[in-house]
């Protein structure tokens, strides 16, 4: 992703003279060809996000499109008070960028794991909160954020996660992407999972369910209707991210479907449950630990689809015996 | 060079400053009075004197950019605005009015205002992107950021001293209201910045020190700035409170809001001082 993006980004920058990057001193190998041909539309701010993200609002206020740059949440908690102050309250032409969401950085340890970005960059006024699910929607999206006028927060992977989409994607800005259809429950992917729940389908397939799979690439604005149409079509629904379960796409999620008409008979958000700081090892390792693994989601799945079953059976047993009355809707459904 | 008319004007123009604050902190029942007025003469003598601004055309693209980052001080501001024709005098009436404009930190949106502040330690990054932009577009305007001492505690503050020297931001001056008080106390006791200069200095700021309240001294210091492959750093001795006799020098102005006897001896004092 961190490729896809950096190529779009240059791309784009090479069109229009005002787009500027900024960086907090990374981006080794990245932007260092930016750097080198866009010399005017570069400028590295030391090891200072506070000040990265500060001179990012001045260039704006003088007409650039600028672009902060840095790793895991450096660039979003290290300089938050900058993000909502200096660059959401004046709508300011900002584009944050951090490579290596959730534990996209594994082995360096917890200080590198963006695991509660979205929750909070996705909290601030005024910002569009991105976190594509492969390098052709970062391609995409890095486009699609340059030419919307107003704060993003960009969330990337690392390097080498592999091509989910077969043939070409039309990305647009707060519009869900269909990777898989499917009829029985519904899989919303966000920032890289989406290749885990495209197997974690393939699976479910396997036992006889169907599952829709959904690409949201954008976590705010969150695409409505297609949630509400995955409620209404399949009844259940999950969320899968690297992310802590509190305030990211799930909870963004949950909010739409709990004041919505159309509610799913299953919801269930799979994410970050318990920060795990002591657990030490790859991207992969640390999302089985998680339970984001395909085995773990896909166990998941079916034992919350059992669950649910099970109590439904329970009470058309309460009820056939007439000890419950039937008055539960959602229990029925 | 300043006229002795000029400078009647001027002194002229504090005193009303002083005046415009010491009614609009009365009423709003807030107050930071004392770091408004600790600043009077120097935002006087920016807007009377130094800043290329069109008060009819606020956004005019050449207009040099001024960043009050001790935005707490904003009332001082609006009324320096409001006085040089930005907008409206009474606009200052409504000063943290509900419905108002004019909230008690700096706020962007009103005619003058660059930037929001009121989070200490943002505005000098912000302004050394303004002057970076500015560098970069061959312009020839200057940007100029208002700090308070007590903000040069923020490590935020020193990010963008590094950067504006590293990148010879000669058009960037950054005044620092020295008035030796801060929330809790004096900068001595509280978190010692001697030897101040020295710092601004050692991170590669061409270094000026002026009386804060002397509007000669300030006018000839900012006229007689040029660039020099550094970054400007003027630092304003100054007294908090100044300009009422029993405000000067007192934390406890900072907080208080002056109300009754003390509002009518404070704007008692201020009248007097332009009838001497």
């Not at chain 1, 490729?3 to 990245?30: N, S």
């Not at chain 1, 500060?54 to 895991?72: K, N, P």
């Not at chain 1, 584009?95 to 509660?116: D, I, N, Q, R």
Request: proline share 4%.
């Amino acid at each position: 992703m961190r490729t896809a993006f950096i190529k779009a980004l240059t791309a784009c920058a090479q069109a229009d003279p005002r787009i500027t990057l900024v960086t907090g001193d990374l981006g080794f190998g990245v932007v260092t060809d930016f750097a080198r041909d866009l010399p005017g539309q570069y400028v590295n701010a030391g090891v200072a996000e506070q000040n990265m993200t500060g001179l990012a609002a001045g260039l704006a206020h003088s007409g650039r499109i600028v672009v902060t740059y840095s790793i895991a949440n450096f660039p979003t908690l290290r300089a938050l008070e900058q993000i909502r102050n200096d660059i959401c309250a004046p709508r300011a032409n900002v584009k944050v960028v951090s490579v290596g969401g959730g534990f996209a950085y594994g082995p360096l340890g917890a200080s590198h794991h963006a695991t509660e970005d979205l929750a909070v960059m996705r909290a601030l006024p005024g910002m569009t909160v991105i976190a594509p699910n492969d390098p052709e929607e970062a391609r995409q999206v890095t486009a699609a954020a340059l030419a919307l006028d107003g704060p993003c927060y960009l969330r990337l992977g690392r390097a080498g996660e592999p091509a989910v989409h077969q043939g070409p994607v039309a990305l647009t800005l707060g519009r869900a992407l269909v990777a898989r259809q499917g009829s029985d429950l519904t899989l919303v992917a966000t920032g890289g999972m989406l290749h885990t729940a495209m197997h974690v389908a393939t699976r479910l397939r396997d036992i006889g369910l169907s599952a829709r799979v959904l690409s949201m690439h954008t976590v705010r604005p969150l695409d409505r209707e297609a949630l509400l149409a995955a409620a209404r079509d399949t009844s259940a629904l999950f969320t899968i991210e690297e992310h802590s379960v509190i305030g990211g796409l799930g909870s963004a999620t949950a909010e739409v479907l709990l004041e919505a008409d159309e509610r799913p008979a299953v919801f269930m958000r799979f994410g970050i449950r318990e920060s795990d700081d002591a657990a030490i090892g790859s991207q992969e390792f640390l999302r089985a630990r998680a339970g984001l693994d395909v085995d773990s989601i896909t166990n998941g799945v079916v034992e919350c689809l059992e669950r649910v079953r099970h109590a439904r059976r329970q009470v058309s047993r309460a009820r056939a015996r007439g000890r419950v009355r039937s008055s539960g809707a959602a229990a029925e459904r | 060079m300043m006229t002795r008319e000029d400078e009647g004007r001027l002194t002229q123009l504090c005193r009303e400053l002083r005046i415009d604050v010491l009614h609009m902190v009365s009423r709003a029942g807030s107050s930071h009075i004392g770091s408004n007025y600790s600043m009077i003469e120097l935002l006087a003598v920016l807007y009377a004197r130094f800043l290329r601004v069109r008060p009819l055309d606020p956004t005019w693209p050449e207009r040099d950019r001024f960043v009050l980052s001790k935005g707490h001080a904003c009332a001082a501001l609006y009324a320096v605005l409001a006085r040089q024709g930005f907008f409206p005098m009474r606009w200052l009436d409504t000063f943290c009015q509900d419905g108002s404009r004019l909230a008690g930190h700096v706020t962007a949106g009103i005619p003058g205002v660059e930037v929001s502040t009121g989070s200490l330690g943002h505005g000098l990054s912000i302004a050394a992107g303004m002057a970076l932009a500015a560098q970069r577009d061959r312009a020839a305007w200057r940007t100029v950021c208002l700090l308070s001492d007590g903000e040069c505690d923020e490590g935020s503050t020193w990010e963008p001293a590094l950067f504006a020297a590293h990148h010879r931001l000669d058009a960037l001056i950054a005044i620092v209201d020295y008035n030796k008080i801060q929330s809790l106390g004096t900068v001595r006791d509280v978190l010692a910045l001697e030897p101040l200069a020295d710092k601004w200095r050692a991170f590669g700021w061409e270094v000026h020190e002026v009386d804060g309240h002397a509007p000669r001294e300030i006018d000839a210091t900012l006229a007689e700035l040029r660039p020099t492959g550094r970054p400007h750093c003027v630092i304003a001795h100054t007294i908090k409170g100044k300009g009422v006799s029993f405000m000067e020098g007192e934390l406890l102005w900072h907080y208080r809001c002056p109300r009754g006897d003390e509002l009518r001896a404070a704007a008692m004092e201020l009248d007097t001082a332009g009838a001497a």
